[in-house]
C-alpha cells in the first residue's frame, strides 16, 4: 500500500518556541492531505486540509496562526506550531489518499510533540 | 455531519470472531461507512468500507443493515494484534474523515 511518513517521530521543545512537523507521501503524489491531532485517551481530532499550491483549510475552532500548514509541493506538507505552550503538546498525525486508491485515506505514523 | 456511536471497549477471546457495532442513524444516502483502527501511539490503518453492500476484503467482513442506519464490523478469528481503538466513521467529503470515540477491543488469550 500507499506510505506516508512523517518527521520527527517525537520532539521535545521549550515553551515560546516553533516546532515544524513535515508530511510526507513517499510513493505517490498527493494535492491534498489532512492534519489530526490527538490527546492521550481521546479520539483524532481534524485540524486542517492541506492544499498544494492555495490556503490549507481549517476546522472550526483552530486557530490558523497557531498551526501554519504550507503544501508546497505534491509530496510534502508541513506543519509549523508556532510559540508552542505546553497545551500545545499532543499526537499529531497527517494523511492522505492516493489517486485511484478507492477514497482509501493512508496515516502517517504520527509525531509526539511535548512541550516543556 | 453525520455522527456515529460505538460501544466504548468490548473484549474477545483469541481465535473467536469479534463483532464491533456501529450505529450511524443520520447517515445520508451517498455517505460511506469506513472503519479503521488505531493500535497504540500509531497512526490509524484502513480496515474496509461500504455504502449498501456488505463487504470482505482479507482483514474483515463489513455487514449494513438495509436501511443504512447501523453496520457491524467483523473480524473472523481475532489474535492477540488486532488489540486497537477500532473507529467507524460516515466519510463527509473525499478524504475528509471525522473520527469518533471508537471501540476499545482487547483480545485476550
Known amino acids: 500500500g500507499a506510505v506516508v511518513s512523517q518527521h520527527p517521530s517525537r520532539v521535545i521543545c521549550k515553551s515560546g518556541t516553533s516546532v515544524k512537523i513535515e508530511c510526507r507521501s513517499l510513493d505517490f503524489q498527493a494535492t491534498t492531505m489532512f492534519w489530526y491531532r490527538q490527546f492521550p485517551k481521546k479520539s483524532l481530532m481534524l485540524m486542517a486540509t492541506?492544499?498544494?499550491?492555495?490556503?490549507?483549510?481549517?476546522e472550526q475552532g483552530v486557530e490558523k496562526d497557531k498551526f501554519l500548514i504550507n503544501h508546497a509541493s505534491l509530496t510534502l506538507s508541513t506543519l509549523t506550531v508556532t510559540s508552542a505552550h505546553p497545551e500545545d503538546s499532543s499526537f499529531y498525525i497527517c494523511?492522505?489518499?492516493?489517486?485511484?486508491?478507492?477514497?482509501?485515506?493512508?496515516f502517517g505514523p504520527g509525531t509526539r510533540l511535548t512541550v516543556l | 455531519d453525520a455522527k456515529t456511536t460505538q460501544p466504548p471497549s468490548m473484549d474477545c477471546a483469541e481465535g473467536r470472531a469479534a463483532n464491533l457495532p456501529c450505529n450511524h442513524s443520520t447517515i445520508s444516502g451517498n455517505e460511506y461507512v469506513y472503519w479503521y483502527r488505531q493500535i497504540h501511539s500509531q497512526g490509524p490503518q484502513y480496515i474496509i468500507h461500504?455504502?449498501?453492500n456488505n463487504e470482505t476484503n482479507e482483514m474483515a467482513s463489513l455487514i449494513i443493515t438495509e436501511d443504512r442506519k447501523s453496520s457491524t464490523l467483523i473480524l473472523p478469528h481475532a489474535t492477540l494484534r488486532d488489540t486497537a481503538v477500532y473507529y467507524c466513521?460516515?466519510?463527509?467529503?473525499?478524504?475528509?474523515?471525522?473520527f469518533g470515540q471508537g471501540t476499545e477491543l482487547s483480545v485476550k488469550p
Open positions: 492541506s492544499n498544494e499550491g492555495s490556503k490549507a483549510t481549517y
Open positions: 466513521i460516515v466519510r463527509v467529503a473525499p478524504g475528509k474523515l471525522i
Open positions: 461500504g455504502l449498501k
Open positions: 494523511s492522505a489518499t492516493p489517486p485511484r486508491a478507492n477514497n482509501e485515506q493512508f
